[in-house]
């Protein structure tokens, strides 16, 4: 049977367990305890604001000639058995570039993600199901093995906008083939779940031994390799892994009993090519209208958060603060995949009980 969701944001009784979120920055200058903050940095360093069960905020500061190597010293797991009324599920989706000169990031995803499982197990209570699946961020390709981008790619795309002017616009238009004109018949593309040792997704559940999900999504996040667009269409991706047009990933989002975590890794612009809003609305038409169901998290370009690149703004489209880091600092991704990510699923686990 189906439950429906109780939609409750934050209350003060939990405050102890708010002590637990540390979430990274973006380019929203309004913060809140709800909200606590990490400042990206710059070459002379940055500083992490970590708000406490008290409401207080400290300011830790970082030096590195390459930014600041983020340090997330969180309290020991809290028993959530005893505080959370109930989560049903989660379902994560990975959005993964798969564009040429992506190897390294998607490595590093690899290696981060075994804590990851293992910060989200301890933070989740038992008998949670869970859902993991990734998809990549390309959408050019007509047909297997048709000529297109990295070598074909009609406008550059070294800076942080793409595809802000009618003339790139046009020139986008020939390579955005979304599911709703052709199935282009390619592994992870178009927004669907690559498929990777005959799985779409890896279903678990937070009480089963947590080795088959590690192994199966480290081989799948490097097995989604370099062979995509150029031109990367990560809010596209998310969006059409959530429509009934890709009729292979049905099962993998729940309904309103179940919290989606959507997280990307790219190192380029987006170069999606509809309205922020009709992407959010595709992904809300599969949450039951429920933006306290979806979560944002992101190991992006700096750029994007700070000029509010369409990316950002989707990812804000669904009310709190995602999490984010700089996806060059490859050595943060164990620390942002993994307690801070896992911490604010429980979080949402509370705000969004189930019975």
């Known amino acids: ?28 200058p309004q913060t809140n305890a709800s909200n606590p903050t990490l400042d990206p940095g710059t070459s002379s360093g940055g500083g ?10 400290t300011l830790t500061t970082l030096s590195g000639t390459t930014g600041p190597a983020m340090k997330l010293d969180l309290p020991p797991p809290v028993d959530m058995g005893s505080l959370l009324p109930g989560c ?3 379902d994560i989706l990975f959005v993964v570039d798969n564009s040429k000169s992506m190897a390294e990031y998607q490595m590093a995803l690899a290696a981060a993600f075994p804590q990851f499982v293992d910060a989200m197990i301890a933070n989740l209570p038992e008998d949670v199901s869970l859902h993991v699946g990734l998809t990549t961020t390309d959408f050019t390709c007509a047909n297997v093995g048709d000529p297109c981008c990295p070598d074909t790619c009609p406008v550059g795309n070294t800076l942080c906008q793409i595809g802000s002017t009618p003339e790139e616009i046009d020139a986008l238009k020939g390579f955005y083939h979304p599911p709703t004109e052709s199935d282009n018949g390619v592994n992870g ?23 088959g999900l590690k192994t199966w999504f480290t081989g799948a996040a490097i097995a989604a390799g370099e062979q995509g667009s150029s031109l990367e269409m990560p809010m596209a991706a998310a969006a059409f892994a959530a429509n009934p047009v890709n009729a292979g990933n049905a099962g993998f989002i729940r309904g309103t009993d179940a919290i989606l975590l959507i997280v990307f ?14 992407y959010r609305d595709m992904v809300l038409a599969a949450k ?9 998290a992101g190991l992006l370009k700096a750029c994007v958060p700070a000029e509010n690149q369409r990316l950002w ?20 991704y164990a620390k942002v995949v993994g307690q801070s ?15």
């Open 189 to 211: 593309s178009q927004g669907r779940l690559f498929e990777y040792e005959g799985l779409s997704y890896f279903e678990t559940n937070t009480s089963d031994d947590p080795a």
């Open 88 to 90: 049903g599920a989660v």
């Open 1 to 28: 049977m189906r439950h429906t969701a109780r939609v409750r944001r934050r209350p003060a009784r939990l405050a102890p367990l708010l002590a637990l979120l540390t979430a990274c920055a973006g380019a929203d």
């Open 288 to 296: 039951g209208d429920c933006p306290e169901c979806v979560l944002t």
């Open 313 to 332: 703004q989707f990812m804000k489209a669904f009310g709190d603060e995602p999490i984010w880091s700089d996806i060059e600092k490859k050595t943060d």
């Open 48 to 57: 992490i604001i970590v708000t406490t069960g008290d409401g207080t905020t």
């Open 265 to 278: 890794l790219t190192n380029d612009p987006d170069a999606s090519l509809e309205s922020v809003i009709s």
């Open 341 to 355: 990510l896992a911490t604010t699923l429980t979080d949402a686990c509370i705000n969004i009980p189930v019975g």
